[in-house]
């Protein structure tokens, strides 16, 4: 489906983990944009165009842990859901917990997928290589344009 470059934003303070998921999102095909943020208040002014961020792209797709320092992943995704301009952004949440209570809230927040992290560098590579897979070449992205 898409064949055009996508903007992937990865909410992420694992330095490790963002090395191994950008290693995974590179793709021959499309030079996909990466764009990296450390943690929840980051995250938002990139989304919200504010400080160093009033360039930035809307993102595509987002890679949103839920660990995360100043505010967590779930705050994050609370504020971009009550936002009608942030609110269509798929997220997927790829988090080391795998609790119950965090995967049915994610999805009470409207994720779009919820991938747990796997403690196997080839497991944690092969998942987010199947993210890239479906969500850069196979699913209709929603279009970029900011609402009205």
């Known amino acids: 489906m898409p064949e055009r470059p996508i903007d992937v934003l990865i909410v992420e303070d694992s330095a ?66 009550r936002d009608s301009d942030l609110s269509n952004i798929p997220v997927i949440v790829v988090s080391g917990s795998d609790r119950a209570l965090d995967i049915a809230r994610g999805y009470g927040l409207q994720i779009a997928a919820y991938v747990v992290k796997s403690l196997r560098v080839d497991d944690y590579f092969s998942a987010i290589r199947a993210i890239k897979e479906l969500w850069f070449h196979h699913v209709a992205l929603p279009p970029k344009e900011r609402r009205a």
């Open 16 to 81: 490790a983990d963002v090395h191994l998921t950008k290693v995974a999102l590179r793709d021959a095909n499309v030079a996909n944009k990466i764009h990296v943020v450390e943690d929840g208040e980051e995250a938002l002014a990139f989304l919200h165009h504010e400080g160093t961020y009033a360039d930035a792209p809307r993102p595509d797709l987002v890679l949103l842990d839920l660990n995360l320092p100043k505010k967590d992943g779930f705050e994050v995704l609370a504020e971009m859901k």
